[in-house]
Every structure is written in structure tokens, then in C-alpha cells.
């Protein structure tokens, strides 16, 4: 169990475990425990998420402490997996759960970007010369506001300030796989004590790069062949890329770090 794991348990529960139908119920701690080799990200605000949202409903005490069965678990797995994996919005995993509850085989997830990579390792990856997912599969996801405080670690009021710098917008209510990759991010930077202000250079950076690559690609984009629009997609996506990588190596120079 990690560090960050062990300080976020609280005194919700008592240490000791009850038994029901032969089996132990786990307080909220054990829970985290439990999956915390799989989903490192998981919290106790994030299982009280899902509690409030109506996925999971563990026991309470005469006390009121929540006690979770097996079936708990393995019914947290199942989101957590269906989140991280498939990036299926809670509104689906709840029609899954709800088929399962009634005997039936969940669907299998249908146009799902496969295995999620994490944040961290696509942006070496691009750094290193692989080609961006394509937009709008990445943009499947579709998370609504208290979804996108609760998987990635910000507050509300920091949230708001980072909607009002730019680095984050909602499409209608929902927000995409873009804004979840950089609202963890920024939830990540801001524990070194940076502040959302330090991190407006990002956004215009990043907005003269589109720049500079939309002015170096546009002429074949106008194109009325569709093979040379295709070409000039392709060749953003690579010259994104290699911006990436350009950077990474300019950043690392810069800290005097080894490569």
C-alpha cells in the first residue's frame, strides 16, 4: 500500500471486521488496500464518489461506518477497470452493473480506445517520436464535472481557475480525454507548489506551436484531393510529434538533466 494511500485513511472505520455470511466485512481502508496494487489512483474520496453516485451500496454500522463486502470489491474493480481501461462514463458502467445485478452478461465495451495509457507515459512516448492518437478517439470520453474532480484530484475552486485561464473547457456539460489528462497533470504540478498562474506560458506555448504547425501544413489541408488532406493530417500529427520531442530535449538541456 502505497504512502498516499496510507494518508488518506482515515478514521472512518474501526480496525476491527465484522463477519457476514460467513465472510469479513472490510472497512473503507481494507478496501483501499485491496486495490491499491491495480489502481494506485483509487481514494477514499473516490470510493465515496461512486458510493453517492449509486454504484456501489456498502453496509453500514449501527455507528454509521461503511463495511464492504467481497462483492463490494470486486463491484469497484469492475468500474475502476471499465473507467481506466474503456473510459465508459459512469452513466454506462451503471447500465453494465444493472445487467449484472439481474443475471445478465454485461456488454462488451464497443469502440473503446483499449488499454488507457497513462499520461505520464504517452507524453514520452510522443516525446520520443510516436505518433498522436488521433483526436477524436481520444475524445471519446465524455466525464461530467464531478466525474472530472474525482478521477483527477483537483478541487473545485482550482478547477474553475483553470477554466478561466484556457487549460480547460467542457464541451456542453461533459469534459474530454484531454481535459482529464491535463486537469491530473495540473493536479500533480500544483503539489510542488506551483500555482495556476505559473502555468498560462504552457498554453500560449502550446498555442504558437499549433500555430506554427497549422501555417506549415494548411496548403495541403485546402486541398480538394483527399489524399493530400490525409497526407496533411498525417503530417500534423508528425510534426506534433516531433515539437514534443524537440521540447523534451530543450527542457531537459535547460535543468541540466541526463537524458
Do not use: C
Not at 32 to 41: H, K, N, Q, R, V
Not at 94 to 99: F, S, T, Y
Amino acid at each position: 500500500m502505497s504512502n498516499q494511500a496510507r494518508s488518506t485513511v482515515s478514521d472512518d472505520e474501526p480496525a476491527e471486521q465484522q463477519r457476514h455470511d460467513g465472510g469479513p466485512l472490510l472497512g473503507i481502508g481494507d478496501v483501499i488496500a485491496a486495490l491499491s496494487d491495480d489502481f494506485p489512483e483509487v481514494t477514499i474520496s473516490k470510493v465515496r464518489f461512486l458510493e453517492t453516485e449509486g454504484l456501489i451500496t456498502p453496509e453500514r454500522t449501527t455507528s454509521g461506518y461503511r463495511k464492504f463486502r467481497a462483492d463490494d470489491v470486486d463491484r469497484l474493480r469492475y468500474v475502476l477497470t471499465m473507467q481506466r481501461d474503456h473510459y465508459l462514463p459512469l452513466r454506462v458502467i451503471r447500465e453494465h452493473l444493472d445487467a449484472i445485478d439481474r443475471g445478465l452478461e454485461p456488454p462488451v465495451p464497443v469502440g473503446s480506445l483499449g488499454p488507457r495509457v497513462p499520461a505520464d507515459v504517452e507524453g514520452s512516448r510522443l516525446a520520443e517520436g510516436e505518433s498522436v492518437p488521433p483526436h477524436g478517439a481520444r475524445n471519446r470520453l465524455r466525464l461530467s464535472r464531478a466525474e472530472l474532480i474525482a478521477e483527477s484530484g483537483l478541487t473545485e475552486s482550482t478547477l474553475e481557475q483553470l477554466e478561466s485561464t484556457g487549460l480547460v473547457a467542457a464541451h456542453g456539460k461533459h469534459y474530454d480525454a484531454d481535459a482529464m489528462v491535463v486537469a491530473a497533470t495540473v493536479a500533480q504540478m500544483l503539489t510542488f507548489g506551483l500555482e495556476i498562474r505559473h502555468l498560462r506560458p504552457f498554453r500560449l506555448s502550446a498555442e504558437r506551436q499549433a500555430a506554427l504547425v497549422h501555417q506549415v501544413v494548411s496548403p495541403m489541408a485546402r486541398s480538394r484531393n483527399a489524399e493530400t488532406r490525409e497526407r496533411a493530417e498525417s503530417a500534423m500529427a508528425e510534426l506534433a510529434a516531433l515539437s514534443l520531442r524537440l521540447h523534451s530535449t530543450l527542457l531537459r538541456q535547460g535543468l541540466g538533466l541526463d537524458s
